[in-house]
């Protein structure tokens, strides 16, 4: 039986549709990233993957619906769902749960590549009409998870004001790594500038410190609100 295009014997076809959509993610990160989502045009994004003029409504409906997906991926590259959902359901302790999660964003947040980082500092300073749409999709889900570990750690109910503020412990170095300019951050921040180990280790001495004191103090005070002869 004669083989069909035997000149390309042991070649896989290229799949032209997912180069297409490839190119066209990375140019409108980008070009969001840098411009702005108001300031970026479908055009411009065609223009910088070299693809047909109607290939963003082709191969992803409309310019709102590309910026989405770019913004997955930013917020992927930050923290991924999947890595989340692998920690909450491993064998390790509450704390080393936390630790581990402190060590990945710090990793992620101090080695920035391309696009990603700046799109979503971006979006959290000026935020687009879709930011509700993409911390909906992109942040709850996770910090949902985040919730559950430091419940767990707590002892406390995931949604518990305690606990939401241990999220914002957790959280505020993070955001700050993420949005701070960079000058202003070697000026007035050094210790921003320590290796990602030695940063992590730090920020999670602070937050276990914070988070044990809050515990030994709510069990002082539910022994003194106590009624006599209560344990």
Not at 96 to 114: F, Q, T, W, Y
Not at 189 to 196: D, E, G, V
Not at 202 to 212: A, C, P
């Amino acid at each position: 039986m004669p083989v069909l295009n035997a000149g390309r014997a042991g070649r896989a076809p290229r799949d032209d549709g997912d180069t297409t959509r490839a190119r066209l993610l990375e140019a409108a990160g980008q070009l969001f990233a840098e411009r702005g989502y108001a300031d970026t045009t479908s055009k411009a994004i065609c223009l910088r993957a070299k693809s047909n003029l109607s290939a963003v409504n082709y191969h992803f409906g409309s310019r709102d619906a590309l910026y989405m997906a770019v913004l997955e991926i930013a917020h992927t590259h930050m923290m991924s769902l999947d890595f989340l959902m692998q920690l909450a359901g491993s064998p390790v302790s509450p704390r080393e749960k936390i630790e581990r999660l402190v060590d990945g964003l710090i990793l992620n947040l101090r080695n920035p590549r391309g696009w990603q980082l700046r799109l979503w500092a971006r979006e959290v300073i000026f935020p687009t009409p879709l930011f509700a749409a993409g911390v909906a999709r992109n942040v709850m889900p996770k910090v949902g998870i985040v919730h559950d570990l430091l419940g767990q750690y707590m002892q406390l109910p995931p949604d518990s004001p305690a606990v939401h503020c241990g999220v914002v412990s957790l959280m505020a170095p993070c955001m700050a790594l993420l949005v701070a300019d960079r000058d202003l951050k070697n000026s007035l921040i050094p210790a921003l500038r320590l290796p990602p180990e030695e940063l992590a280790r730090h920020i999670k001495r602070f937050l276990f410190t914070g988070l044990q004191g809050y515990i030994e103090a709510t069990r002082e005070e539910t022994a003194d609100t106590a009624l006599p002869g209560q344990p």
